[in-house]
């Protein structure tokens, strides 16, 4: 069974810069989509970044030139690397991992639990 465990939350000053770290185990020969989301206290749940199993990156535009996704070569950690962050960047950040649908794959995607960041002004 596929699982993911996020770590790197912890509080920093505006300006400050972190990396998360999402260790996932379980994964087979299916194909993956891998995301970050972020949910503030009292918010919705919102895309940060994914890595599609084709190798495209996408961002959402206030972060894209302030974080960076990357996975290490056994491709069974995902990073996210975050400049300059600011108050508003405060939250509770999830890794997703997207299991893609194809003859012997389900379509089936796995949360982290999450990490905290908390950026102060």
């Known amino acids: 069974q596929m699982q993911a465990a996020e770590s790197g939350g912890r509080s920093v000053q505006s300006g400050g810069s972190l990396r998360l770290s999402c260790v996932v185990s379980?994964?087979?020969?299916?194909?993956?989509?891998l995301a970050w989301y972020r949910q503030g206290l009292g918010k919705e749940r919102e895309f940060i970044s994914s890595?599609?199993?084709?190798?495209?990156?996408f961002y959402r535009p206030n972060v894209k030139d302030r974080f960076t996704m990357s996975q290490d070569n056994t491709k069974n950690t995902l990073f996210l690397d975050m400049n300059n962050l600011q108050p508003g960047d405060t939250g509770m950040y999830f890794c997703?991992?997207?299991?893609?649908?194809?003859?012997?794959?389900?379509?089936?995607?796995?949360w982290g639990q999450g990490t905290l960041v908390q950026v102060s002004s």
């Open positions: 379980g994964r087979t020969s299916c194909k993956y989509d």
């Open positions: 997703k991992i997207g299991q893609k649908p194809s003859f012997f794959c389900e379509t089936k995607d796995t």
């Open positions: 890595l599609n199993s084709d190798g495209t990156l």
